[in-house]
Structures are given as C-alpha cells and as structure tokens.
C-alpha cells in the first residue's frame, strides 16, 4: 500500500506539468514583471537598466496616486456595500418562501461577460436615449446629467454596474455560511425568548465572521486590481475621472508602450494586494476558533 | 416553538406582534422582490430593445414591446459579422481549457490528497498563493514571452494563461471531496494488484465526477467571459472569443442599438441557458469556491 502510494514517477507525472505551467505562467512572470520594472523598454527594443527610477516615479506620479485613490475608493464603496448584502442573506436564510429562486436571480449578472455588462450599462447611461435619462425625463427633469462625460459623476456611475455584477455573489456566499449554522442554536434561543435581533446579532454574526473575513478580503483586494468594466465603459476618462491602478498600469505598457513603467506600476499592483490581504487577515484574525457544539 | 413563546404574554400583545411579523415579512418580501427586479430589469430591457429599430429605440417608452419584434437584428448581426467566427472560437478555447484544467487539477489534487511524499504540502502552498495573484501583475512578460515564442495571437497562449490561473481556484473546490474519499476504496484496489494510474483513472476519477462538473462549469463561466487576456495576446479577428469580438464589433455600430442588442443577447445567451439547466450545480460551486478560500 505505501509503497504503491508512494510511487516518485506517478507522483512527477501527475504534478510536475501542473506545477510548470504554474511557474511558467504565474511566478516566472512576477519575478520579471519586478526585474523588468528596474528597466527602460519599449516591450521590443533593448532594455536599459535603469536601478530603481521608475519605482521612484510611480511614488511621485500624481496620475498613479489619483488612480490608486480611485481603487480605494472602490474598495470603500465594495466593503460597505458588504454590510447591505449581508442583511439581504440574512432576511432571506430565514424562512422565506421562494428564497432559492430569488438568490439565483440574484447571481444572474455575474455570470455575465465584463464586456456585455459594460455595453448594457453605457446604453442605459446615454445621455438622450438611455433608460435611466428617459425615466428621469419623464418625471420631469429637464437637464439629465451626462453620466460618464461628468467627471464628478463617472465614478459613482461606474461603481453602480460593479454592485450590480457582483451582489448576487456575495449574497450567496453569506446565505451559504448562514446555512451551515445548525438549525438547533436557533431554536435553543428561542426557546430562551431571544428576539430575532438577538438572534442575528448574538449567533448568527459571530459564527459567520470567517466567512465575512474571506468576503472582505474578497471584495477589497478584487476592488484594488478591478479593470475590465471600467476599461471598456470609460477607459479611464473623462481625463483620468474614472482611471484605476489596472487600466493605469495597462495604458502604461500597451498604450503609451513604456513596458519598464507599466511594470513597476504592475508590481506594485501586486504589492498593494499582498499587503491589503496579510493587514486585513491580522485585523481580522481571532485567537478563538468557532466551534459547532 | 413559536407559540410557547406567545403563551407567555398576554393576549392583547400576542396578536399585536404577530401583526407585526405579518407586517415585517411582507416589508422583508418587498424588499427582496426588488432587489430582484433591479438585478433583472437591465437585462429586459437589453431583450426589449434588441428587437427594436432605432426609430422604436428612441421613441417608444424603453419598457414598451416592439410593435412587431425585429428578429431580423439577430440574423444581420450573425451573418454580417464574425459573430460566428468568435462563437466558435469561445466554444473551442473554452471546452479545451476547461477540459485541461480539471484534468490537470485532478492529477494534482489526487497527489496531494492520497499519495505521500515530501514536499506535498509545500506544492499545495504554491497553487494556493496563486489564488492571490492578480492577474494583471503577471500580463506584460507574459506578452513578451509569448511575443519570443511566436505564440501571440494564437489560441494556446489564451488556453495556457486560463489553465494556469484557473488551476488554484479548481483545485480548491477539489480538495475537499478528495479528503472525503474513503481510504478504503484505495486499499482494496492495492490489494488486487491495481497500478496507481488504473486506480485514478477507473475509481477516483469516476467517483468524483459530481465535483468534476461542478468545477467545469464555474470554468467554463470564467473561460467564455474572460476579456483581458484576449484583449491582450490576440489582434486578428481570426482568433478572438466572443467577448472581446463582440467589445470590437459594437465599436463599428456604435448607433444601431438593435444590432448592438442583439450582438450582447447573443454573447450572453449561452451562460443564461447553461445556468437555466444546471444552476444548482453552479450556485453550490460558486459557494464552494469562495468560502473555503
């Protein structure tokens, strides 16, 4: 049994093409991206080592301090709506007829391409024919306003599609986590007289917090990296209103073909992700481990 | 339970809570009930005007049917386009790289979780922190390395990048059910002389075949929807999926909004109708995939 369990040629063949397609496509590529970061390259010419200037650069480009704002401001508007998606599982974990059918619906949008959700949206945003300005023009308003051309509107416009696209998602995850909670201490408190507040509160939020740990660390660091609606729908305009450290970093390399910048901004991409997931495991962590009793 | 509770108060507050959770529930209801029309009404009306003319487009109330539906959009944006050309190159791409994935993280994950040796954990390390990379971090060598390999451009370095960075997220869902798995299934099979390979290929892996379909279609979500690494390594319209194709046909019919409506219901059809048929499937391992992360 061991021996046969232990056979070093199975064992190679089965992990060795995984785990060099691993190397090949996803770590061999950050350690360049890094390398490729201390140097001045179109992406086709030769590369010029030039240490540490383009890491410089990015600590004093105010374009790349701007998008990074962005992301975060993404991630803020994510991480509260967080608190909306969790009551909405709640409510719907409880004994709601047709709740299966409704969290399915809820999904729908994120099972949808990027792309199509982009070009949906900037339909429903058109200025004169759009959905949302015809509605508004048949209340009444007169001067609906451009919704992405406007630089202080964009982002906002912007981040309504991105809850769209993904609440059903985390709806689901947190109706899940609430499910596993055994049914038995729920009905232990209310046979005590617990309320159902006190019930949402006191059990349910406890015992769901490593599931609202990943779901936080889920919708703040997929906030950080967040590019496709945003690349297809503004492309960063009006002027940079709507640009985010992804579609900043992509203009860099496959625009502007600075692949040295575009790297140093990508790692730092990547930087900004490690981190923003190790501090909100240590803010997050708990030293008592939930039991099931 | 329920009415224990109520026993204990007088009768004139009995009913009048119970009123209230009447009350409450309905509100709860209505609450949900939105949130369900505001995640489907975009897509309605995506429907509604695909089977509009820009003259219906724009003078008719946009929740209002079409006087006759123009299913005409759907046979010109076929037939005009590469609509059809990158239909097939979606389906293709997809079937292979999902086909590749859960192969591949089956061989890995059966290592993992059944065979013993050194180092295991260490493999099962480096897939899981793959979890954390985004990808766009790893974007611009991978352009460069397949730019030296001539492989730009072509489908396999698509299918390369989704097999690696769709490797972690599958094996994630893998584990589980393969720490489940008796040990005594293996044991017999030693016992009867079976060879590691016959066991994997004539028990394990038709044992797992509930998971395997699990993770195939959250896959082949992920797969037809991806944007930017297309985006990135293709440039003739020979070789584009559908998403990005149908970013770059919309491009050239930016004022024919029933063309373009019937450009999107295509792209997104086949996901709608897929989910119409497995959803659990595909609600459970979305659930799977995220929680135990």
Redesign the interface.
Same mark, same amino acid.
């Not at chain 1, 046969?4 to 070093?8: A, E, I, L």
């Not at chain 1, 409704?102 to 199509?116: D, G, H, N, T």
């Given at each position: 049994?061991?021996k046969?369990?232990?056979?070093?040629l199975?064992?190679a @063949?089965?992990?060795l093409?995984?785990?060099l397609?691993?190397f090949?496509?996803?770590?061999?590529?950050?350690v360049?991206?890094g390398y490729?970061g201390l140097n001045q390259w179109n992406?086709i010419g030769p590369m010029t080592f030039v240490g540490l200037d383009n890491y410089q650069h990015l600590f004093t480009d105010a374009a790349f301090w701007q998008s990074a704002w962005h992301s975060l401001l993404l991630a803020l508007f994510s991480g509260i709506s967080l608190i909306g998606y969790l009551v909405?599982a709640m409510? @719907?974990s409880?004994k709601?007829k047709g709740a299966n059918l409704?969290?399915?619906?809820?999904?729908?949008?994120?099972? @949808?391409?990027?792309?199509?959700i982009a070009?949906?949206?900037l339909?429903?945003y058109h200025p004169?024919?759009g959905?949302l300005n015809? @509605?508004l023009a048949?209340v009444g308003v007169h001067n609906p306003p451009e919704w992405l051309a406007n630089p202080s509107l964009v982002l906002l416009a912007l981040f309504i599609p991105i809850i769209?696209q993904y609440?059903?998602?985390y709806i689901?995850?947190y109706?899940?986590?609430l499910k596993n909670i055994p049914e038995t201490l729920m009905?232990a408190a209310?046979?005590d007289?617990a309320s159902a507040w006190q019930i949402a509160t006191r059990i349910k939020l406890p015992l769901l917090r490593e599931?609202i740990n990943?779901?936080i660390?889920?919708s703040i660091?997929g906030s950080l990296?967040y590019?496709?609606l945003i690349y297809?729908m503004t492309d960063g305009g009006p002027n940079g209103a709507s640009e985010v450290m992804?579609s900043y970093?992509?203009h860099q390399?496959?625009r502007s073909f600075d692949?040295g910048y575009?790297?140093a901004t990508?790692?730092a991409?990547?930087l900004i992700?490690?981190v923003a997931?190790w501090v909100i495991r240590k803010v997050t962590a708990t030293s008592d481990t939930i039991q099931y009793s | 339970?329920?009415t &224990?509770?109520a026993a *204990?108060y007088p009768l004139g507050v009995a009913i009048r809570g119970k009123l209230l959770t009447r009350v409450g529930y309905a509100a709860?209801?209505i609450?949900?009930?939105i949130? %369900?029309v505001?995640?489907?009404l975009? +897509?309605v009306? +995506?429907m509604l005007?695909s089977l509009k003319n820009n003259q219906e487009?724009?003078n008719l109330?946009?929740?209002a049917f079409p006087s006759q539906p123009h299913w005409e959009n759907y046979m010109n944006v076929w037939t005009s386009g590469n609509i059809g050309r990158y239909f097939f190159n979606s389906v293709w791409i997809t079937v292979i790289s999902v086909a590749l994935t859960v192969l591949?993280?089956s061989?890995?994950t059966? %290592?993992?979780t059944?065979?013993?040796?050194k180092g295991s954990q260490l493999?099962l390390g480096?897939?899981m922190v793959?979890l954390?990379?985004?990808?766009?971090?790893?974007?611009?060598?991978?352009?460069?390395?397949f730019l030296k390999l001539h492989l730009t451009d072509t489908s396999v370095s698509i299918i390369?990048?989704y097999? %690696?960075?769709n490797?972690p997220t599958t094996m994630m869902i893998l584990l589980g059910f393969y720490y489940a798995l008796p040990r005594e299934v293996?044991?017999a099979a030693?016992m009867d002389g079976c060879?590691?390979?016959r066991m994997?290929f004539r028990i394990v892996l038709p044992m797992t075949t509930p998971v395997m379909a699990t993770t195939s279609i959250i896959n082949m979500?992920y797969n037809? *929807?991806?944007?930017?690494f297309v985006n990135?390594f293709i440039s003739s319209d020979e070789n584009k999926t559908?998403?990005?194709g149908? &970013?770059n046909f919309?491009g050239q019919y930016t004022t024919d909004?029933g063309a373009?409506?019937a450009t999107?219901m295509i792209?997104?059809l086949p996901? +709608?109708l897929v989910?119409l048929i497995m959803?659990d499937r595909?609600?459970e391992g979305? %659930?799977a995939g995220?929680?135990k992360?």
């Open positions: 049994m061991e046969v369990m232990s056979n070093k199975v064992i @063949l089965y992990v093409p995984s785990l397609l691993l090949a496509v996803i770590y061999v590529p950050i360049l991206t490729y992406g909405v409510i @719907l409880g709601i409704l969290r399915k619906i809820y999904l729908i949008p994120m099972l @949808l391409s990027s792309v199509a070009q949906l949206w339909k429903m004169t024919n959905v015809s @509605l048949s769209w609440a059903g998602f689901l995850i109706y899940a986590g009905e209310r046979i007289g599931v990943v779901t660390i889920l660091v990296k590019f496709d297809v992804a970093m992509y390399a496959f692949f575009g790297s990508a790692f991409l990547l992700c490690l997931t | 339970m329920k &224990q509770a *204990n709860l209801y609450l949900l009930i949130l %369900a505001t995640q489907l975009p +897509l009306w +995506l005007f487009v724009f109330p946009p929740f591949l993280a061989f890995v059966f %290592a993992i059944r065979m013993s040796w493999v480096l897939f793959g954390m990379i985004p990808v766009h971090s790893t974007l611009i060598p991978l352009f460069s390395m390369l990048s097999v %690696a960075f490797l293996e044991e030693v060879s590691v390979n994997f979500i037809w *929807n991806e944007f930017i990135t559908l998403t990005v149908v &970013q919309i909004w373009i409506g999107l792209s997104i996901i +709608l989910f959803s595909i609600v979305i %659930a995220s929680v992360g």
